[in-house]
């Protein structure tokens, strides 16, 4: 009892150690975006819709007294908020961006305040696991946004890698978790998440990321260094 009491303990440090990493990839996109000093074909989406799954997971952390997922998403928020900024600095779409991300604003708020008037509290934590599924499942298929594009130009370059590649490990580890404590809302996104990620991960197998200038492959420029 005790070991597996140690294990599901590792294993929740591991997953939230891994999802700030996961958060902290988002700086390596940002910085190639100041470097070209454009942001390309690449959408802001993503950034927003962390934003907003993280601000959702925190409403659920206190309803479900789960204290690592508030802190998690906590960090979570405040690091897609300023990747969010980062973009509408460089990105000549600012009026599209804005209102993305206006449109996301009322939404986390509106989800709340509707969730908050909810008397009954089980039925209030069993509406915000609901909306949280959906909205992660949204936040780990919003790269999918450019899937056409990527397969018109047979180039990944658009696609943020780090993001990808640590959204499936943090999926892996969220799915063990939540299978462990029985936790249905933790288990069905994450399960999705694997699959999603692992669909936008072929691409880049399919369709390599050209360099900048043109000239062969550079997947270095867009690793994860831990």
Same mark, same amino acid.
């Given at each position: 009892m005790h070991n597996a009491q140690g294990f599901i303990s590792?294993?929740?440090?591991?997953? &939230?150690?891994?999802?700030?990493?996961?958060?902290?990839?988002?700086?390596? =996109?940002?910085?190639?975006?100041?470097?070209?000093?454009?942001?390309?074909?690449?959408?802001? +989406?993503p950034f927003i819709c962390g934003f907003l799954s993280c601000g959702y997971w925190i409403h659920y952390g206190f309803l479900s007294s789960e204290h690592s997922v508030v802190l998690v998403n906590i960090i979570g928020v405040c690091l897609f908020f =300023?990747?969010?900024?980062?973009?509408?600095?460089?990105? &000549?779409?600012?009026?599209s961006h804005v209102k993305q991300f206006l449109f996301i604003v009322m939404a986390l708020f509106g989800i709340i305040l509707y969730d908050n008037s909810l008397m009954d509290t089980q039925q209030s934590q069993k509406f915000m696991g609901i909306v949280c599924c959906i909205v992660t499942v949204c936040f780990f298929a919003a790269p999918l946004i450019n899937l056409l594009h990527v397969i018109r130009i047979?180039?990944?370059?658009?696609?943020? +890698?780090?993001?990808?590649?640590?959204? +499936?490990?943090?999926?892996i580890q969220w799915l063990i978790y939540g299978i462990i404590i029985s936790d249905t809302f933790i288990q069905l996104p994450n399960f999705l998440g694997c699959i999603l990620s692992m669909l936008q991960l072929c691409l880049f197998v399919c369709y390599p990321p050209k360099?900048?200038?043109?000239?062969?492959?550079?997947?270095?420029?867009?690793?994860?260094?831990?």
């Open positions: 590792l294993l929740e440090i591991t997953a &939230v150690t891994t999802t700030i990493l996961q958060y902290l990839s988002g700086a390596l =996109i940002c910085l190639k975006y100041v470097k070209k000093k454009s942001t390309g074909d690449s959408s802001g +989406f =300023i990747y969010t900024l980062i973009y509408y600095v460089i990105t &000549v779409n600012k009026k047979k180039n990944s370059e658009s696609l943020p +890698f780090p993001m990808i590649i640590m959204s +499936f490990l943090v999926s360099s900048f200038n043109g000239q062969g492959y550079k997947l270095v420029e867009q690793s994860v260094v831990f």
